[in-house]
Every structure is written in C-alpha cells, then in structure tokens.
C-alpha cells in the first residue's frame, strides 16, 4: 500500500500544478471607432479569451496508472502551455499591426485635411481676386458709359449748335429774299407753278 499511496500522490501533484499554475491569458484587442465630427478616433478594448483547463481534459484514471503517463500529461501540459503563448504571440503582433495601420490611416486622414484647408484657402482667395477684378471691370464700364454719354451730348450739342447755324442763314436768307424781292428757286420747284 506504501507504493500505491506514492504513485497517488505522485499522480495528484501534477493536477494540483496544473490547478496552481496560472495559465497566461492571450487577450485580443478590437478596435471600436467613435464617430467624431473631427475625425474618428479609435478605442481599444481587451476582451480575454476562454482559459483552458488542462486538467478537466486530462481524466485521473490515466494519471494515476503510472509515472510514465506523468511524463506525457506534464509534456501535454507543457505543449498547451506553449501554444498558448503562442496564440498569445500572434494576438498581439496582430494588434500592433492593426495599430500600426491606424496611425498611417489617421496620418492619412490628417494630411488629407490639411491639403483639403489649403485648397480650401486657396479658392478663396481666387475668388476674393475674382471678385476685385470684377469690381474694377464693373468701375471700367461705369467710365466707359460715363466717357459715351459724355460724347452723345457733344455730339448733340454740336448738331444744335449746327442747327442754330442754319437757321440763322436761311433767316438772313430769306431776309435778303424779302429786301430784294427775288424768290427763291428750289422753293419754286417745289410747287410746280
């Protein structure tokens, strides 16, 4: 009995590290974005994953048969053990690579804006010159329909000024007409007697 009770506790040992040993925990990072009127900006939340338990897969009946079946149970454990922290390895070289995608996405997206602001600034001031070109063209042609007018009412003056001119001959014409009886031959012509 002496053996046996050796070979129990022998077998319960490596349940008991099993139980005691705390199993490294991968997490996984999922990103979450905030809707911002500046920019989205991300959040990291860390969800843990389900833990194995290396003991409920093992049943006590295979442990407690033999030393040599401590071996295999201890290399199981050993190999869960590296496989975890190999998931745990790979869960976290993809969170920095989903990080490091989304520094280069808000660098993208902040250089975006910043030409966006810059052509934005550069519009307007085009169209502030637009604008100052279309005022001066507006005050050309006010002048210019100042500089016409001007010209139509000398224009207008000078056939008045013309106007007068002739009346005043054809009345000292026909002042003569009347001194000297004479009729005039156009004006008789005209009638036809």
Known sequence: MGEEEANKMEASEPKEDMQQQPQPQP???????NEDEAGAEKKSVIIPLPQKVAAAETPPSVTEKSPNNRDSVLARVETEKRLALVKAWEENEKAKIDNKAYKKISAIGSWENTKK????????SIEEKLEKKKEEYAERMKNKVAQLHKQAEERRAMIEAKKG??????????AKFRSTGYTPKKFLGCFGS
């Open 165 to 174: 001119e002739d009346f005043l001959k054809i009345e000292e014409t026909a």
């Open 27 to 33: 997490v996984k990072e999922e990103e979450m974005e």
């Open 117 to 124: 602001s810059a052509v934005e600034a550069q519009l307007k």
